[in-house]
């Protein structure tokens, strides 16, 4: 479950979808209650907006199960800090133990993320992340990634991922042109040369992408996840918010039968994909990102002909998608 918690944020980023929204609005501790008691979730991820400004927030992690894993999702604005508020988080944070993580957003390099998130927010999360290993809570930075700054993420993984040890999660841009087949092919391979290279984990989250590693890669909207927005709708993924399924107070017999009817008409395999074997399960990948456009599968590249071509080992290739299958269970993203 991926949670709105508030639609208030600091930041103004360009590439934001989420509306801005004054006064701020934002889900009550019933609501979310509510939603624990509708649903058996397993796993969710605490969005906004900028969740650590929900004011509730240790009330909201205390609605759900100590086993239930938490992701928490933020600019890292005020988790840079060494004030009241971030101890206070930090806290809230430890007493999760393992169960809980944080998701850092940057957007590329420094001077990627500062040019679409605002001056300065580049070194903020860097102090936001520096903070959370000293507090030693989980985390890993998400970045977005688009043919802007394709050519800056091999010196990201070099010099911040493998130098910080922090894995590094790549998201499509969602409303901008996809990777052609080629500079995706590329990206595919890049990721598992550092991967081999470092002895990392950084994972490209997309359907296509752990098939292409082996591994089974679905979009889970509407089936395996849902959302919950500030806006108290239930939508079947967070890039989704026009796609209402229902609203907090529904019954679950209703949100399922529009669950199912969104399953039938709106996840459906692309005609550029009928050729594949994998479609079945990959269903064309991720419906709101659109990125199976450009999806090395197309030209029958495998990721055996790569690694023999690379000299990766069979072993290598297998740690990498234990280590994927691994961050995959302890946070809340995409597969």
Known sequence: MLIYLTSDCQLRCKHCFVPKIKPPKELTIKDLEWLNTTFKIKKLNFLGGEPTLYRNLKEAVDVFDKETKITLTTNGIILANKDKRTKELMDIFKSRGENFS???????????????????????????????????????????????NLGHLEELIDTVG?????????????????????????????????????????LIDQPHFYEWLGLPGRCGAGSERL??????????????????LGKVGDTLETINRNRQFFIDTRKKI??????CKKNEICRSGCYASGAYTGCPLQRN?????????????????STQRDNIKGLLKDSLICG
């Open 162 to 202: 493998h130098h910080l040890h922090i894995p590094i999660v790549f998201f499509p841009e969602v409303g901008v042109p996809q990777l052609t087949i080629q500079e995706q092919a590329w990206f595919f391979s890049m990721i598992v040369k550092k991967n081999d290279e470092y002895n990392s984990n950084n």
């Open 102 to 148: 944080v998701q850092l957003s940057i957007q590329g390099n420094e001077e990627d993320t500062d040019t679409v998130r605002g001056k300065t927010t580049w070194r903020k999360v860097m102090s936001a992340m520096e903070n959370l290993k000293e507090n030693k809570v989980q985390c890993f930075f998400l970045c977005n990634y688009n043919r802007e």
């Open 227 to 244: 959302c919950l927005t500030f806006n108290k709708e239930i939508t079947p993924c967070h890039f989704d918010l026009d796609y209402i």
């Open 270 to 275: 692309q005609p550029s994909c009928g050729f």
């Open 301 to 317: 590249f495998t990721i055996e002909q790569f690694a023999k071509e690379n000299l990766i080992s069979t072993t290598s290739l």
